[in-house]
Nanobody
Framework: QVQLMESGGGSVQAGGSLRLSCAVS????????AGWFRQTPGKEREGVAL????????YYADSVKGRFTISQDNAKKTTYLQMSGLKPEDTATYYC??????????????????WGKGTLVTIAS
């Protein structure tokens, strides 16, 4: 049974930083696409960042480019999202996800196979 477990959410002031982690278990594939998405109540889910676990190719939403960095530790099967320069509009529940394929930019629209339960990030102005 595939499980994705996010951690690292919390509350910070605008301009601050947070690092989210996503640990994957029960996933027999080593070559896959891992990603982060976010959603606020009343809004559509937004793709934030993707990374291919082999090769490390990454994609970012325009709204986070230059502020967020996605990375992968294959030994730990853990995906990280380092967030800096946080803004109030970054407030959301952040979900990690995985798909059995190397990443394509289009996967930012949400075509992933497995999802975590989410971790809340709140940015105070």
């Amino acid at each position: 049974q595939v499980q994705l477990m996010e951690s690292g959410g919390g509350s910070v002031q605008a301009g601050g930083s947070l690092r989210l982690s996503c640990a994957v278990s029960g996933y027999r594939y080593s070559n896959y696409c891992a990603g982060w998405f976010r959603q606020t109540p009343g809004k559509e889910r937004e793709g934030v960042a993707l990374i291919s676990t082999v090769g490390g190719v990454s994609y970012y939403a325009d709204s986070v480019k230059g502020r967020f960095t996605i990375s992968q530790d294959n030994a730990k099967k853990t995906t990280y999202l380092q967030m800096s320069g946080l803004k109030p509009e970054d407030t959301a529940t952040y979900y990690c996800a995985a798909k059995v394929d190397p990443c394509l930019y289009s996967y930012l629209r949400g075509a992933m196979d497995y999802w975590g339960k989410g971790t809340l990030v709140t940015i105070a102005s």
